[in-house]
């Protein structure tokens, strides 16, 4: 079964470094996303991509903050400098494949950040 | 904000049994999703249901969802101790949009 994901798994950085975080979506996907959940927190929206540009973005991702599709199959999230509340796990999400599913969001497993 | 809430916060059964899980929202919706969540790992999508659904089943669960009250529920009968986990209502507002995602309810089935 096809499946979101994503690398590393776990990635420590110190505060002000640059992380890149990486997500191969479901092939056949339009739809893009990123999400973050703060230990203990809710799941939190950050952007959605769709056609090559950003269709939404939330309040969290401001100008530290950029995503790209780098070719057919990697969708990117970067952190240009890196902020110690900016620790947690990071999903991927992909969605619009067609058919029954057509809105579903399909998560990858994550990446969790560490900054210290 | 559409945000999900879920109630309870904890729920504890035994093998077996039932277990029902609620969620409200704000504001109207095209669709609400329910996830699985085990303890420290990844989102597992579990059903759908669209705004003119009223009911959806999938296997051991059934979703219901009232457009009038903003609420959901998802049902799972005959619990596993292998259902252990947190449970999250999620809404959008577009079809394509982004999810707002409850606090979710943590369950525990024993065995």
Same mark, same amino acid.
């Given at each position: ?47 959605? /991509?769709?056609?090559?540009?950003? *269709?939404? #973005?939330? =309040?969290?991702?401001?100008?530290? &903050? ?5 070719? $057919?199959?990697? /969708?990117?999230?970067?952190?240009? *400098?890196? #902020?110690? =509340?900016?620790?947690?796990?990071? &999903? ?5 494949? $067609? ?18 | ?111």
């Amino acid at each position: 079964e096809p499946e979101v994901t994503q690398t590393p798994s776990h990635q420590v950085t110190q505060m002000g470094q640059e992380v890149i975080l990486r997500c191969v979506p479901i092939s056949n996907h339009l739809y893009f996303y990123w999400y973050r959940q703060i230990l203990g927190q809710k799941v939190e929206f950050l952007v959605s /991509f769709y056609n090559n540009e950003i *269709s939404e #973005k939330s =309040e969290i991702f401001d100008d530290q &903050f950029s995503v790209e599709r780098p070719d $057919g199959s990697n /969708f990117t999230l970067k952190i240009r *400098s890196t #902020k110690l =509340e900016d620790s947690a796990m990071y &999903f991927c999400a992909s969605s619009g494949a $067609g058919g029954m599913s057509l809105y579903e969001q399909y998560f990858g497993p994550g990446t969790r950040l560490t900054v210290t | 904000s559409q945000q999900g809430e879920e109630d309870p916060q904890a729920l504890s059964i035994q093998e077996g049994e039932n277990a029902t899980m609620n969620c409200s929202y704000k504001t109207s919706i095209n669709n609400l999703q329910w996830y699985r969540q085990n303890s420290g790992r990844g989102l597992v999508h579990l059903i759908l249901i669209r705004s003119n659904e009223r009911e959806k089943h999938s296997g051991r669960l059934r979703v219901t969802l009232d457009t009038s009250k903003k609420s959901s529920s998802l049902l799972i009968t005959a619990s596993r101790a292998a259902d252990t986990a947190s449970y999250f209502c999620a809404t959008s507002g577009t079809s394509y949009g982004k999810l707002t995602f409850g606090q979710g309810t943590i369950l525990t089935v024993h065995p």
